[in-house]
């Protein structure tokens, strides 16, 4: 009895309304919100990974530029080069 007293108030359910309008049929609504959180944290994943990435690349081109061995290494491994007399065969793994 008292709660359907509750619900006749019309301030009650005015209130009840909008906050099912924002929640349900709003355009920025709760299940827009969890989406682009999702979203949002795959996009800081992807930022952490580039930034290390990044550093990677710093820290090889460092090794490259004073290292004459190591651009020896990476020349041979990721762009397939060789010495005149020397013959590459690749092994590919299925």
Known sequence: MKLLRIFKNKFVLASILFVGWMLFFDHNNLFLHLQYRAELNDLNERKKYYK????KTKNDIDLIKTNPLWMEKV????????????DVFLVREK
Request: negative net charge.
């Open 52 to 55: 290390d990435q990044i550093e």
């Open 75 to 86: 020349a041979r491994e990721q762009y397939l080069m060789k010495r005149d007399n020397e």
